[in-house]
């Protein structure tokens, strides 16, 4: 009797100082900073965001795994190391994932970048990286309470072979169509580049510090506050952006303190009123902390001086450019590049879709995926005699009727077309499992095919099963 009265004790100290319950759940993290990279010049504050991440998430109740300046062997093994603890922890498990350091987008994929790679072509990067989609499905893979994954790995394209053929910062994932549970946070919007801070944390992290230490603020109110952060900090510059598909509550330290309200987004329309009359700046900072399209559409509208008018402007199109891109990748054909050329001749992404859009060209089109006015056209009655159709003559038996039952089925369907005409014959594609760490359960995949990954090939398929 005497060992529940301790324990009851000591959770109930812990909730009135405001620390996190050991007994509610379990909380591991994995934290990763990169700096020492051989090809390239070294980051300088990637090691002292780790090591400040390490202190922070140790104080609010994690298990914590730091390490610094991988290879992609030594990388790939703490990934996995990593899931199996996770695993052996529990579905209870609060896992996340701290990484700073360098992070590239190649066709359309993001990439975490270990110390020891010297890509001399796109292609090495597959190679010689980490896949962010392998993580994210090594992750998903071993059952836990809620997945968190904050990468400060938005910085420039530091290789010379490739950075100018290859888009800026990350492309965009959105976890809301993925298995429940995640949150991945960005130290800056896809398609935008990151600072590394002149200080000794880059504006990101020294943002996430500031905003996880705060007692009972829930992590959505967090990103909130490191968003506006980040974003004063930079003079505009940067602003970091997440996607969350959460289930449940989540602080760093402290408890809830009370049923979690639920989030109605607003309209255009709403935000308008709202913003309405308000002095510039506190208008900006409303609409950095909300992140969401109909926030600056509304500011966009409303205050169009600059400088925070053309701010909003250049957020707004480069969202959508990135929304057009991240369409154009999933649906992975060759006429999606061309739309996305279309609307988007310019861009630091036109090399790439460009790329994308001679490889896909003869790619066989499914027949789900091939509703298109091209294919519409091509469908319609096979070719017939210049005489007309003769009537069918009537079976002299019921064995005849059955003989000649599927030749009229046969007859009935117009030959596939072949040659240079689209085969009009349902294709089926075998998708192979991605890579993955620790024993694969049912999950969303968040993205393409890459390399020898789950898109069963090089140039493979996308999307969900």
């Known amino acids: 009797m005497v060992r529940p009265v301790i324990r009851n004790a000591i959770v109930a100290a812990a909730v009135m100082l405001g620390s996190p ?6 909380r591991l993290a994995l934290v990763i900073g990169q700096s020492s990279y051989r090809a390239v010049a070294p980051l300088p504050n990637p090691v002292n965001d780790a090591k400040a991440m390490a202190q922070m998430l140790g104080d609010a109740g994690f298990e914590v795994q730091s390490a610094t300046d991988l290879s992609q062997n030594d990388l790939r093994a703490r990934i996995a190391d990593f899931a199996a603890n996770v695993s052996a922890k529990g579905p209870d498990t609060v896992a996340l994932v701290f990484y700073a350091g360098h992070g590239l987008q ?18 090495d990067i597959p190679l010689q990286a980490v896949r962010l989609n392998d993580i994210l499905n090594t992750l998903t893979s071993v059952p836990s309470k809620s997945r968190i994954i904050l990468l400060d790995a938005c910085r420039n394209n530091p290789f010379p072979a490739i950075s100018k053929t290859t888009g800026r910062g990350l492309a965009q994932i959105d976890v809301k169509f993925g298995t429940p549970g995640t949150l991945l946070s960005f130290s800056t ?5 990151a600072e590394d801070g002149q200080g000794g944390n880059s504006p990101y992290t020294t943002a996430l510090l500031k905003a ?10 967090a990103f909130k506050r490191v968003r506006l952060s980040v974003n004063q900090a930079t003079e505009g510059r940067q602003t970091p952006w997440e996607s969350s598909s959460l289930v449940n509550d989540f602080r760093f330290f402290g408890t809830d303190a009370g049923a979690k309200p639920e989030v109605t987004r607003k309209t255009v329309d709403q935000w308008r009123k709202e913003l309405q009359g308000k002095p510039v700046q506190d208008a900006n900072n409303l609409i950095v902390s909300d992140g969401s399209v109909e926030a600056y559409e509304a500011f966009a509208g409303l205050y169009a001086e600059p400088p925070l008018g053309p701010q909003a402007k250049e957020w707004l199109d480069r969202h959508y450019k990135m929304v057009a891109w991240h369409n154009a990748v999933i649906t992975n054909t060759a006429p999606s590049y061309r739309d996305f050329l279309a609307k988007y001749p310019d861009s630091d992404l036109t090399a790439t879709a460009q790329k994308l859009e001679e490889r896909t060209r003869n790619k066989p089109v499914p027949v789900a995926a091939a509703n298109t006015p091209t294919n519409v056209a091509l469908a319609g009655p096979g070719p017939t005699c210049p005489c007309g159709t003769p009537p069918a003559a009537a079976p002299a038996s019921k064995k005849a009727e059955k003989t000649t039952e599927p030749a009229k089925k046969r ?6 077309r072949r040659g240079r005409e689209i085969v009009e014959e349902e294709v089926i594609i075998r998708r192979a499992p991605p890579p993955v760490y620790y024993e694969p359960v049912p999950r969303i995949y968040y993205g393409r095919g890459g390399y020898g990954g789950y898109g069963g090939g090089n140039y493979g398929g996308r999307g969900r099963y």
């Open 189 to 193: 919007s896809p398609g935008a580049e």
């Open 21 to 26: 319950s050991a007994w509610a759940e379990s």
């Open 411 to 416: 007859a009935a369907s117009p030959p596939p």
């Open 212 to 221: 996880g230490r705060e007692p009972g603020l829930s992590i959505e109110d």
């Open 106 to 123: 190649i066709d359309g994929e993001n990439y975490l970048v270990p110390v020891d790679i010297d890509p001399k072509r796109e292609a």
